[in-house]
């Protein structure tokens, strides 16, 4: 069944703005990741959050976790053209399933230049 | 250039044939997978190997046979094939079984007439 699922589906931004995406989850989790698919490509790695940890930057992308609500965002300032993509949410399913990683339908953002 | 790569990139063929799809990492990672996704962008897991091992099959129909020939290898092969297998075919590794950060192949695409 689907872990991860993303909100808004669809988002669409002018350039220069910042761009919000939330997760939410069902099932407790052992990290929650990020990733970036351009169109026609495979995904890619974004950043990590363990389940201890609340907040995480990686350059213009910051990473929040509330394992309380179960949910998480990433937030993408100064957003540029090229950050068009989908985004992924994915989680592990778990203390007993922590090797099976779950997307969610994620969300399509559009930067217009 | 360390990579996973995935050939063909594009497959159309008819309902009823047999088909494979070929997949090989050169990062020196021990456990692979396979997912689809559809349509909709939803991404799903069908298998993974860990050293040559299958550790998840997510009740994928039996037309579905992987095979790991070693651990830098995760071929998939699709016994008559239907009309609702045409996705986007994602093969992927990471560095060893609970590891989870994925890196995926560009994807194959597909398309059963």
């Known amino acids: 069944s689907q872990q991860g699922e993303e909100d808004p589906q669809a988002l669409s931004i002018q350039e220069g703005e910042n761009a919000t995406m939330n997760c939410s989850y069902k099932?407790?989790?052992?990290?929650l990741q990020w990733y970036r698919q351009n169109s026609g490509r495979g995904l890619v790695h974004l950043i990590l959050?363990?389940?201890?940890?609340r907040e995480k930057h990686s350059g213009r992308l910051r990473v929040t976790l509330d394992t309380s609500k179960k949910s998480s965002s990433l937030l993408i300032t100064a957003s540029r053209a090229a950050d068009t993509a989908s985004y992924f949410c994915?989680?592990?399913?778990?203390?007993?399933?922590?090797?099976?990683?779950?997307f969610g339908s994620g969300t399509r953002l559009l930067v217009r230049p | 250039d360390t990579a996973v790569s995935q050939t063909p990139k594009y497959l159309v063929t008819q309902m009823g044939n047999d088909k494979s799809i070929k997949c090989e990492q050169n990062l020196g990672h021990d456990t692979m997978y396979w997912y689809k996704q559809d349509s909709k962008k939803f991404l799903k897991i069908m298998f993974s190997y860990n050293n040559k091992e299958l550790i998840i099959n997510e009740t994928v129909p039996n037309r579905f046979s992987p095979k790991s020939p070693d651990k830098a290898h995760l071929n998939l092969h699709i016994n008559s094939l239907e009309l609702g297998d045409s996705a986007v075919y994602f093969c992927a590794s990471s560095q060893d079984f609970g590891a989870n950060v994925l890196t995926f192949g560009a994807g194959s695409r597909l398309t059963v007439l």
């Open positions: 994915a989680t592990d399913a778990g203390a007993d399933s922590s090797y099976k990683l779950i």
């Open positions: 959050i363990r389940s201890n940890e």
């Open positions: 099932t407790s989790i052992n990290n």
